[in-house]
């Protein structure tokens, strides 16, 4: 039977990028060694390195004074890397879920943190508004996906400080203005490659301000590095899961880009919101100005909330994989990334629809 | 032609696990879902979590007030998470190259370090000896095998301070009495798997004593965790560079385990540093009696020193993968882990000795 991954990530990747993943571990570059066995320092290697930072550069049009890192650890650890390397005295934060309170747990390490506005009051389900930045912070930090919660931030905000934002779940399903960025940065295992990798996208002169001695590893000036060679190969990096990434990224470079991906993306979210809208049995539980294009939130109507576990088991037969909801919010949540087809969405759809008709 | 892979690290790997790996990126545990696409809360995946978790316990002998941890960002990371989690004033470190070197310097980040031996004076062509170990520090570190030098400390040594060792490039290689070390740590890319994952064995009782607040990601009581599920998973771990860690063991376990492995390591380095002796161009460079049985590092006799770059083209047009020595040594390096058969050893013997028949 089809499968049809709504994993919330790790997830569904290109079909080409696993192809070409298989193909690499069997023979790299024509070296007539894998992937998973080169060395690092290996021309071929140092080429793929370039490559997709170079591909980031062109996707998001990044521009000159920016770098591109990618490191191990997780987003989790950027949690502390941003605030080590940025936080002088304090910081801004909007709370909008529990990736974002992990945020803020971590920059407490290293100075004053300000919670500028929470949607914590309604269980995160819409983005804070009205808010204001304040000046006399070092950076101010968002989540631009709440990827638990459904819920996004849809434009790149003015702030008035250093903009720092999570992208972990939608970065690269939507053109983003970098440059009213300092950092933007995630893990890949959603929109751009498998787990095991993050990345980093930083402008240079906003670094080595702290007057803090910071550890090596945690440093972005060392993963900038002066050497080319050594960017981001300050040590050895997640090789394979970088391959992957560069693989992502050619695929969807091929599809048109992100400015043809987003027209996709929306295309796919808006026919499943409609569904959830129009079908007796769901309602979403999102606001709707601040539904996410990638993960999408749903749960039973009161009057049916005991049909939970069998839609889920009718779902499950018909082929849909993970659509349970994260326990902070329960029901269920599709996570449409950029490589989930479009013939996904419509069968989850047809799969509401026939559910419906039986109840 | 045939290649013989002797890299450093990311190096050759079991072909049964690179098969598996490819295997399980089509499918993995029947799923229907390649391993690069499933949830890392899927049970199949926790299954293969605590698997790996068994395996190093069963293959290492692992008391049961031990965890075995898989943490990102590789063992330069855990050259600031040791002292993080174990420096409250001071700690002793053993100066065998480079890498010890790296890890003292973050070590100071967090207390004192008084670097008890070095042989930095012959260019760490040797292990220290006759030292004595301070009773006064937090713990005493070294490095068993220096990757770049080609030194090994061969026996478990008695240290009357919690003994941390970084063991990245001879772990699994030969047996360890781990109750012995507080600590012991290395990146995967050597012995245990592909690039993207590190292992850090350690007692509990001796975390949470520096009496420092310690950021989620670095303190490994995060990663020890209460909850069996969250063991490792604390956020979304390197799934397929573990999974082939996986594949690696279980093929390492095939092969009669650590003590099997170690008789045929010491047979293969003892054929080549044979040759090494024997052969009128060539000479090792380690001390003798601290020759790794895992990293062989030669360079030509000084009359034959012009030969070098001949002689790394001649290896190289007969299949020989990165035998080049690394800069602070010169000359050659040949990288013979576990995987590495002993038909690839016999081969670049072979190399030595047509070259020396044509000089
Ligand atoms: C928005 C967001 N931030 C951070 C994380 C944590 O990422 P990691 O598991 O790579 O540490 C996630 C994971 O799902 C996420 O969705
Ligand atoms: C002994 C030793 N320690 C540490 C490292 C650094 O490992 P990583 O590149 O995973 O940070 C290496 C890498 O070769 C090594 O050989
Ligand atoms: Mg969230
Ligand atoms: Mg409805
Ligand atoms: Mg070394
Ligand atoms: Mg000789």
Redesign the interface.
Known sequence: ?E?Y?F???????PRPA?ES??EA??NFDN????I?????RTPGWERIMKETADLWKELLNIPDNYHVLF???????Q??DVPANLLKSKAAYLETGSWAK?AI??AK?YGEVEVVASSADKNFSYIPKGYSIPEDVDYFHITSNNTIYGTEIHEDIDSPVTLVADMSSDIMSRPVDVSKYGIIYG?A?KNVG????SFVIVREDILGKTGR?I????DYRTHISDSEKNRSM????????IF?MHETLKWLKEQGGVEAIYKLNKEKAGMLYDEIDRNKLFVGTAAKEDRSIMNVCFVMKEEYKDKEAEFLKFATERGM??IKGHRSVGGFRASIYNACPKEAVEALIKCMQDFEAQN
Do not use: D
């Open positions: 039977m499968k991954n994993n919330a990530g790790p997830c569904v990747l696993v993943a298989i571990i069997r070296t007539g060694i894998g998973l066995e080169i060395s690092h490191l191990g650890g997780g987003a989790s650890t949690f502390f992990k747990k971590e390490f893990g295992q498998p787990a095991g990798v001695p550890q090596t590893m945690v300050f040590n050895t990096p997640p090789v394979f899961s992957v994989v993970g």
